[in-house]
């Protein structure tokens, strides 16, 4: 079903026109946010060789994650005071300036750095994007528009990869950064000319207290494994440290919002069983997906000997599963207005799937990989189009920002916190699998180990480089199917609420 399909269901509206083309322009801006998060994926060990920092791989996906966990709430909340439209071109300015500084960074810190700039930007694109379909459309028509807004960030992740594997190719890593400018120069000009401009004028009061014990209490969490990969392990007293200081921060943060005029983060909403518990598969599901994202091109060139544009074909079964389960998933529940279902059973896929990725090795078939992809992909996509509007269905109206924002954070804040243990579990496995075999492994030698490398080595080490590669992913995919069987647990306990009509 078209966007413009979608918005005709809307029979009260008094201009279809006008909201096809918001419609229209929240697409354009979520497939902008999302392009720069995935484009990166293929291009990761490419970085790797040129700038060094093996051992940093996962910060590049880590950095963005955590500035989109933080920038999300803050802009969901913005949203709701200021109104959509000055959230969403603010993003794009953001996004921008961090797409500039990585396509011009000459080390991996910058690229970091610059990567956590884009993140702040997308994740107030991703959430105030949600959040405007929730002012257009009553309830029952919303899980069909988030399904197409969760087809459209499907879209951009298959492009995102295939796009940044032939740009690696052919011409030079920098320009991933500066590829998808002009669809955010597109996407600021329609958000300018669909969205009305903020009528209410009154003096509003910003939680920055709350923001920022909320971003201290998110960086923690997510600093914690890297923590414990580099400063002696969950025991070290780096460990300890950062751990303190989240644990103060997330005080701080609940005796702030309960106190604060216009709370960043309701506590309200932490009784609201749909709040809870959609939120708490996010949060499952986001450590299962963006691991499988983030280690498996890295397999398929190092292990498979597949090129940069090929492993990001390899993202498009998953993607077309995710499409499709997403957008069908979205019209079910529009035309039945029933909805629990489906995330029970789309998670307890998932972990099948990720359960089958446990089982890679250097001789696991091409065709094989593609299957279990598809079968990821179905399993996350109804999660994105029914928590997004079952939340929204089951708040206030006037916590429509916040609600959607938190649906985000927390999928995010799964995605961090995964991609950075799975990061220093990787590390660790690789280090442990080939030492002994290539020199330096045990001391942290394999900060420029890309697929180039591997292929310059003697054929025997290179059968025990691959081996050691594979085997080092097998706890990584463990640990992601434990999470979506979580997910699929927690799933079960989502009390349905009727979707209104109006």
């Known amino acids: 079903m078209s966007l413009s399909e979608t918005a005709a269901q809307y029979e009260d509206a008094p201009d279809r026109a006008m909201i096809r083309l918001t419609l229209g322009a929240v697409a354009a801006t979520l497939l902008f946010a999302s392009l720069g998060q995935t484009i990166v994926s293929t291009a990761l060990p490419i970085m790797v060789a040129d700038l060094g920092g093996m051992d940093h791989i996962t910060w590049v996906i880590t950095a963005y994650l955590l500035a989109s966990t933080i920038g999300a709430p803050l802009a969901g909340k913005l949203g709701d005071m200021y109104g959509r439209k000055l959230v969403l071109q603010s993003g794009i300015g953001v996004f921008v300036v961090g797409a500039v500084l990585c396509g011009v960074a000459s080390s991996m810190g910058v690229?970091?750095?610059?990567?956590?700039?884009?993140?702040?930007?997308?994740?107030?694109?991703?959430?105030?994007?949600?959040?405007?379909?929730?002012?257009?459309?009553?309830?029952?028509?919303?899980?069909?528009?988030?399904?197409?807004?969760?087809?459209?960030?499907?879209?951009?992740?298959?492009?995102?990869?295939?796009?940044?594997?032939f740009i690696v190719q052919h011409w030079s890593w920098h320009w991933i950064f500066f590829v998808n400018l002009p669809v955010g120069a597109v996407a600021f000009v329609i958000i300018g000319m669909a969205l009305p401009r903020r009528t209410d004028l009154r003096k509003r009061r910003v939680d920055y207290a709350g923001a920022g014990l909320l971003a201290a209490t998110l960086a923690a969490i997510v600093m914690l494994p890297n923590a414990a990969a580099e400063g002696g392990g969950w025991a070290g007293p780096a460990v300890v440290m950062v751990a303190v200081i989240g644990l103060l921060a997330l005080v701080g943060f609940v005796v702030t919002e309960r106190r604060a005029e216009e709370p960043i983060l309701p506590m309200s909403l932490f009784s609201n069983n749909t709040f809870v518990v959609v939120n708490t598969v996010g949060l499952m599901v986001g450590t299962a997906m963006f691991g499988t994202i983030t280690f498996l091109p890295l397999y398929l060139q190092v292990v498979k000997g597949v090129s940069p544009t090929a492993s990001g074909?390899?993202?498009?079964?998953?993607?077309?599963?995710?499409?499709?389960?997403?957008?069908?998933?979205?019209?079910?529940?529009?035309?039945?207005?029933?909805?629990?279902?489906?995330?029970?059973?789309?998670?307890?896929?998932?972990?099948?799937?990720?359960?089958?990725?446990?089982?890679?090795?250097?001789?696991?078939?091409?065709?094989?990989?593609?299957?279990?992809?598809?079968?990821?992909?179905?399993?996350?996509?109804?999660?994105?189009?029914?928590?997004?509007?079952?939340?929204?269905?089951?708040?206030?109206?006037?916590?429509?920002?916040?609600?959607?924002?938190?649906?985000?954070?927390?999928?995010?804040?799964?995605?961090?916190?995964?991609?950075?243990?799975?990061?220093?579990?990787?590390?660790?496995?690789?280090?442990?699998?080939?030492?002994?075999?290539?020199?330096?492994?045990?001391?942290?030698?394999?900060?420029?180990?890309?697929?180039?490398?591997?292929?310059?080595?003697?054929?025997?080490?290179?059968?025990?480089?691959?081996?050691?590669?594979?085997?080092?992913?097998?706890?990584?995919?463990?640990?992601?199917?434990?999470?979506?069987?979580?997910?699929?647990?927690?799933?079960?306990?989502?009390?349905?609420?009727?979707?209104?009509?109006?």
């Open 313 to 502: 074909l390899f993202l498009v079964p998953m993607m077309g599963g995710l499409i499709l389960a997403s957008t069908m998933a979205g019209r079910v529940m529009s035309k039945t207005g029933r909805y629990k279902l489906m995330p029970v059973l789309s998670t307890g896929l998932l972990a099948v799937g990720m359960g089958l990725m446990t089982m890679l090795s250097v001789d696991t078939p091409l065709g094989v990989i593609a299957a279990t992809m598809v079968m990821i992909g179905l399993g996350l996509g109804p999660v994105f189009s029914v928590g997004v509007a079952a939340i929204q269905n089951a708040i206030p109206r006037e916590q429509l920002g916040v609600g959607t924002a938190s649906a985000n954070m927390f999928r995010l804040i799964g995605g961090a916190v995964g991609t950075a243990a799975f990061g220093a579990v990787f590390s660790a496995g690789l280090a442990r699998e080939l030492s002994g075999h290539v020199p330096g492994a045990a001391e942290g030698g394999l900060r420029s180990l890309g697929a180039e490398a591997v292929r310059a080595m003697p054929a025997e080490m290179q059968v025990l480089v691959m081996q050691g590669f594979a085997a080092a992913l097998h706890p990584v995919f463990w640990a992601a199917t434990v999470a979506a069987a979580l997910g699929c647990v927690a799933s079960t306990r989502l009390r349905e609420l009727p979707l209104r009509d109006a």
């Open 111 to 165: 690229v970091i750095a610059g990567r956590a700039v884009q993140g702040l930007g997308a994740g107030a694109l991703i959430v105030t994007a949600m959040a405007t379909v929730g002012d257009l459309l009553p309830p029952r028509q919303r899980g069909m528009a988030q399904g197409i807004l969760g087809a459209a960030f499907g879209v951009s992740t298959v492009v995102g990869p295939l796009l940044g594997g």
